[in-house]
C-alpha cells in the first residue's frame, strides 16, 4: 500500500480534482460517527504494542518501512502488505500516503504495533477507489513498523563493553577481525559469523566493506563489543542483498572486535617489569631460557609454558622460533618481564597454525626472561668481600679446598646449599671432582673470601642438565673459601718437605730384617708426615693413601718391599724417559 506503483497492487495519493471532491464531501459531514455521535475529525491512534526500548521516533520526513493490514469496519480486509509478502518503503510526510496513514504513522517506535482509524476525508473521502475502496469508507489499519531512518541519519555508535587495557585501535588501511551479529532494525536476523566458526577477516577502509561498516569500526580496540546501526544508504541501498537484506533496510550489527593490526606494523614491546642492575642484553646467538604466555589480542590463551612446567629454550636470533619472537626477546635482560606484540606477517601470517591459532592472528606474549648466555661465555667473578689480613696464597689447581656455598638459578630458585649438610664442601681443584665452571671460580681465591659466580651452563651441567637442574641453565653460586691445603703434583701420593733420607730403605726397615710389611711402611710414612718432614694428598683418607703407597711399591705383591723394589716416583719417572729415549 501507498508506494508509487500500479493501483492494481497498493494505492495511490488522489489527484487534485478527487482531492477537492473529498474536501466538499467533507464539508457534507460523511465519514464514521465519533463516539459522541458525530463524525471522527482525525485519526484514531491505538498503540496495543509499545517496545521496552524506543530510540527514536518518527518524524515527518523520515523513511519507514512497515507491514499492515487494511480492512473496513466491518473487519472485511481491502489490502495487506503481507499478502504480497512485501514491505511498504516510503518516506512520510511528504504526501506520498493518504493524510491519516502520514499522521497514523508520526511518533511511531520500530516493532510497534498501532491500530488506526482513518476517517474518510483523511483517506479516500467520498471518491474512494473504484472497485477497491466505496466512498466514504473509514479504513482501518493494523500497522508494525520495522524500519526508519532519514538521510541526514550518520552511522550511530554505541560502546557496549570497553576493554581495561586498549592497545591501539582500528584506523584506516588495518587489517581486522571480528565477530558478528547482523540484523535488521527490527532485530530479524540476517547473518551471523558465530555460525560459521570463524571471524570476519577484512582491510578497513579499501571498500572491502559497506560505507557504514567501515566507520563503525574505527576507533575500536581489541575486545572491544559495539553495537553499529548503518542506515540504507551506507548500507545495501534501494536493491538490498538477495533474499536476507530487504531494500532500503538499516541494519544492526553487534560487534566484537578479535585483534587488529597493519601490514606495516613491527613487533611492539613493553617493558612490565625490569630488575635492578641489568648489566647485560640479550643479543642474537645467545641461548635464553624463558617462561611464557601466549595469547590472541582478545585475551584467550592459546599456549603456555608454565602449562609445562618447564621453560622454553631456544637461541636467539637464529631463526628457531617466529621472526617477531626473535626480534622481541633481543635486548631483555635476564629476568626481565615484557610483552611483546606481534603482528601476523611476523608470526605465523594468513593461515596460522594449528586450531589454536588462526590466520591473520595477532599474538601477544607475556614473557618472563630466567637466564640467558653465549657459547663463548667465561665464568663470571664477582668478589663480595675479602679477609682483612694480607692474602699471599690463593687457591690453584691441585689445592685442596674446603668452602660454603649457596647455588641458585638466576630467577632465585635455590638448587643447593653446604649450609643444608652443615659441614663445608671438599674439593680437590683440577681434579673434575667439581663442574668446570665452579673449579675455575675457586681458583684464585684466598681464605675467608667470598664470591659470586655466574657458570654458563657449557662450563655446568650443559643441555642435559642434572638432578635439581635444569637443561641449559645458568647457575648462581656464592662461595666462601674455609681453608686450603696445598695439593700434590699429579701423580703423587706423598711428597718430601726436603730431601728425602739418604738410605731411605734402612729408615722403612724399622725390624732390620731386609724386608718391609705393611705395618713397618704405614708407621715409617706417618712418621714423616707428623714430623713435618712430608705430607701426604689432601683429601684423601690417609689410611687408603699409605695402602695405595705400598701396594705400588709391592711390586711382585707378595706382601713386603725389599730393597730392589723400593724405588721413588722421581727415579721411576726418570727411567722411563730414558726408555721412551
Not at 511498504?88 to 482509524?117: F, H, K, P, Q, S
Not at 471518491?127 to 469508507?137: K, M, S, Y
Not at 544508504?233 to 541494519?251: C, D, N, R, W
Request: contains cysteine; proline residues 7%; glycine residues 12%.
Amino acid at each position: 500500500m501507498f508506494r508509487t506503483v500500479p493501483p492494481s497492487r497498493t494505492f495511490l495519493r488522489l489527484p487534485l480534482l478527487q482531492l477537492l471532491l473529498l474536501v466538499q464531501a467533507v464539508g457534507r459531514g460523511l465519514g464514521r460517527a465519533s463516539p459522541a455521535g458525530g463524525p471522527l475529525e482525525d485519526v484514531v491512534i491505538e498503540r496495543y504494542h509499545i517496545p521496552r526500548t524506543c530510540p527514536r521516533e518518527v518524524q515527518m520526513g523520515d523513511f519507514v518501512r512497515y507491514h499492515y493490514n487494511g480492512t473496513f469496519e466491518d473487519g472485511k480486509k481491502f489490502d495487506s502488505s503481507y499478502d504480497r509478502s512485501t514491505l511498504v518503503a516510503i518516506v512520510v510526510g511528504v504526501g506520498r500516503l493518504i493524510t491519516g496513514m502520514d499522521r497514523g504513522l508520526m511518533g511511531m517506535c520500530v516493532n510497534e504495533r498501532r491500530r488506526l482509524i482513518v476517517p474518510p476525508h483523511l483517506g479516500y473521502g467520498s471518491i474512494g477507489v473504484a472497485g477497491l475502496i466505496p466512498p466514504d469508507a473509514t479504513l482501518y489499519f493494523d500497522v508494525v513498523l520495522l524500519d526508519v531512518w532519514n538521510k541526514a541519519d550518520t552511522v550511530q555508535v554505541s560502546t557496549l563493553l570497553h576493554p581495561a587495557h586498549c592497545p591501539r585501535t582500528v584506523q584506516d588501511s588495518d587489517f581486522v577481525r571480528y565477530h558478528y551479529n547482523g540484523t535488521l532494525l527490527d532485530g530479524t536476523a540476517f547473518d551471523t559469523s558465530y555460525s560459521r566458526g570463524g571471524t570476519y577477516d577484512t582491510y578497513i577502509g579499501s571498500g572491502w566493506l559497506i560505507k557504514g561498516m567501515d566507520q563503525g569500526l574505527l576507533g575500536m580496540c581489541p575486545g572491544e563489543r559495539r553495537k553499529i546501526i548503518i542506515p540504507p544508504f551506507l548500507a545495501y541501498g534501494e536493491k538490498g542483498y538477495g533474499t536476507v537484506i530487504p531494500p532500503q533496510a538499516s541494519l544492526v550489527f553487534h560487534v566484537l572486535l578479535i585483534d587488529v593490526h597493519n601490514p606495516k606494523d613491527t613487533v611492539q614491546l613493553e617493558t612490565l617489569e625490569l630488575p635492578p642492575g641489568c648489566v647485560r642484553r640479550a643479543v642474537a646467538g645467545d641461548f635464553m631460557r624463558y617462561h611464557y604466555n601466549g595469547s590472541l589480542m582478545d585475551g584467550t590463551l592459546f599456549d603456555s609454558s608454565y602449562s609445562r612446567n618447564h621453560t622454553y629454550n631456544t637461541y636467539v636470533g637464529r631463526g628457531y622460533i617466529i621472526p617477531g619472537m626473535d626480534q622481541g626477546l633481543q635486548g631483555a635482560c635476564i629476568g626481565e618481564r615484557r610483552r611483546i606484540t606481534i603482528p601476523p606477517h611476523l608470526a605465523y601470517g594468513e593461515n596460522g597454525t594449528g586450531d589454536k591459532i588462526p590466520g591473520s592472528a595477532v599474538l601477544i606474549f607475556d614473557v618472563h626472561v630466567i637466564d640467558f648466555h653465549n657459547p663463548e661465555d667465561p665464568v663470571e667473578i664477582k668478589i663480595l668481600s675479602r679477609p682483612p689480613e694480607t692474602c699471599n696464597e690463593t687457591a690453584k689447581s691441585g689445592d685442596y679446598v674446603r668452602y660454603h656455598y649457596n647455588c641458585s638459578l638466576l630467577d632465585g630458585t635455590k638448587l643447593f646449599s653446604s649450609h643444608d649438610y652443615g659441614d663445608p664442601q671438599e674439593a680437590t681443584l683440577g681434579a673434575n671432582k667439581v663442574i668446570e665452571g665452579l673449579d675455575t671460580g675457586l681458583q684464585g681465591m684466598c681464605v675467608g673470601e667470598r664470591r659470586q659466580l655466574v657458570v654458563p651452563p657449557h662450563l655446568a651441567h650443559g643441555e642435559s642438565g642434572a638432578r635439581g637442574v635444569p637443561g641449559s641453565a645458568v647457575l648462581l653460586f656464592e662461595v666462601e673459601l674455609v681453608s686450603r691445603e696445598e695439593g700434590l703434583p699429579t701423580g703423587y701420593l706423598f711428597v718430601w718437605h726436603e730431601d728425602p733420607p739418604v738410605n731411605l730403605f734402612e729408615g722403612l726397615d724399622l725390624n732390620k730384617d731386609g724386608e718391609v710389611p705393611p705395618e713397618e711402611f704405614s708407621a715409617f710414612i706417618k712418621a714423616q708426615v707428623s714430623e713435618g718432614k712430608g705430607r701426604l694428598m689432601p683429601g684423601q683418607d690417609p689410611e687408603k693413601t699409605i695402602a695405595d703407597m705400598f701396594q705400588n711399591q709391592d711390586r711382585n705383591q707378595d706382601g713386603k718391599i725389599t730393597v730392589e723394589e723400593l724405588k721413588l716416583k722421581s727415579d721411576e719417572d726418570q727411567e722411563r724417559v730414558h726408555e721412551e729415549l
